[in-house]
């Protein structure tokens, strides 16, 4: 998609520097995005807005550092996916289920990946995926779901890479024998 005015790259090295204007921009161009991105993960849209002002609080003030060859959206998620991983963490394993629970009850809009999984929930990859501990569904969501390299679900997840790998590798051999 092709914009009039600075890249992206650009308004996040004016935003870092202080231009009000190039914040603002970058704000307009992502904050939507990033905030429906962050809902699939957590019901709470009131945590959820935290995390995008965080994330863009972050930017503003040049905490977050963007290295200026890569994908700003990536970045952007990188950033809000971990706010958000703390927020929950945070909260307790009580109310990461209490959030787990609200986003199956309170779903507002189907997204096409929702459209997508909704089907899948009837048949036996469901029940399997339901099957697997926590921690390989969360690894199989970010690498899978979301699209991660190892790299960055391990910093989203807060393990090693390694531990990554290998808890991939066990849920597809889980999956394997279920599905068998």
Do not use: N
């Amino acid at each position: 998609m092709s914009r009039a005015g600075p890249g992206d790259g650009e308004l996040v090295r004016a935003a870092a520097d202080g231009d009000r204007g190039a914040f603002e921009e970058l704000y307009r161009r992502y904050a939507p995005w990033l905030r429906a991105r962050l809902r699939s993960r957590c019901a709470d849209a009131a945590l959820v807005d935290d995390v995008v002002q965080e994330t863009f609080l972050a930017v503003w003030r040049g905490t977050a550092r963007y290295h200026h060859d890569g994908d700003v959206a990536g970045w952007l998620w990188r950033i809000g996916a971990r706010r958000l991983v703390d927020a929950l963490r945070g909260d307790g394993a009580r109310g990461r289920l209490r959030q787990a629970l609200a986003r199956l009850r309170h779903r507002e809009e189907v997204s096409a990946e929702e459209h997508v999984l909704t089907r899948i929930e009837h048949g036996d990859l469901a029940g399997s995926l339901e099957r697997l501990s926590p921690e390989l569904r969360a690894v199989l969501q970010a690498t899978v779901i979301d699209g991660l390299t190892t790299r960055e679900a391990a910093a989203l997840l807060g393990i090693p890479p390694g531990t990554v790998k290998t808890r991939a590798m066990r849920a597809r051999r889980q999956l394997r024998q279920e599905l068998a």
